[in-house]
């Protein structure tokens, strides 16, 4: 079935550094999304970006939709503890269609 | 304004017996999705619903599995007879009726354990 690849599968890093995690894609999404899940939990929506080139922030949270239409990255600046958990990419190919998900990025953060 | 509401948050079952889980989409949402979470994997996609239609059931397997998005009351997903396979986190997702923008926001899930 279709898949996102998503790197990397984990980091670890130091608080106060910066993050950076992508998705690719062998197709075209029209549509493409970043959660965070916690342990226990289920995902939490973060950015949502509808067009090619678009850019769109989110407090310490940037994410880009690539002009392809088949990839996508996600950056956090100035990592701070609570942005430990799983960040997942996923797209949908038309609205409100299946979202297809990543395999997921495991933050950890040392203080 | 509440959230995608999920009950129970934990199920345990034995093999063969029956699994309910229900979900309530958020206030205003048509439309309910189902996805299933393995153990450090990522969520995969089930069955979309609208009120009373089954969209798309691409995702679920053809036996012992079913959902339901009644008219009145909240959305079902069921497992007949379950095997050890089965146990997973179970999330719901909901998004308002279609249109340009229709973010999926995520229920606290079902954890389902089959023993």
């Known amino acids: 079935g279709q898949q996102l690849n998503q790197s990397p599968q984990s980091m670890f890093i130091q608080e106060g550094e910066d993050v950076s995690m992508n998705c690719t894609s062998s197709s075209i999404f029209n549509t493409w999304l970043w959660y965070k899940q916690d342990p226990g939990e289920g995902p939490v929506l973060l950015i949502a970006l509808y067009k090619a080139g678009e850019l769109t922030s989110n407090g310490r949270l940037t994410a880009q939709f690539g002009i392809t239409r088949k990839d996508s990255f996600l950056n956090i600046s100035a990592s701070i503890p609570s942005d430990v958990g799983i960040y997942f990419c996923?797209?949908?190919?038309?609205?409100?269609?299946?979202?297809?998900f990543g395999e997921g990025t495991q933050l950890t953060v040392n203080p | 304004n509440a959230g995608v509401m999920q009950n129970p948050r934990h199920l345990v079952r034995r093999r063969g017996q029956e699994a309910r889980l229900r979900c309530s989409p958020m206030k205003g949402h048509s439309h309910v999705y189902w996805y299933r979470q393995l153990p450090e994997e990522g969520l995969k996609f089930m069955v979309y619903l609208q009120k009373e239609n089954i969209i798309d059931e691409s995702g679920m397997p053809k036996e012992r599995f079913s959902a339901e998005f009644p008219k009145e009351g909240p959305s079902i997903l069921r497992i007949q007879q379950v095997v050890r396979g089965d146990s997973a986190a179970y999330f719901c997702?909901?998004?308002?009726?279609?249109?340009?923008?229709?973010?999926?926001?995520f229920g606290p899930g079902t954890r389902l354990t089959v023993l």
């Open positions: 997702a909901s998004s308002p009726p279609s249109g340009y923008y229709n973010e999926q926001f």
């Open positions: 996923a797209g949908h190919k038309t609205s409100g269609s299946r979202l297809t």
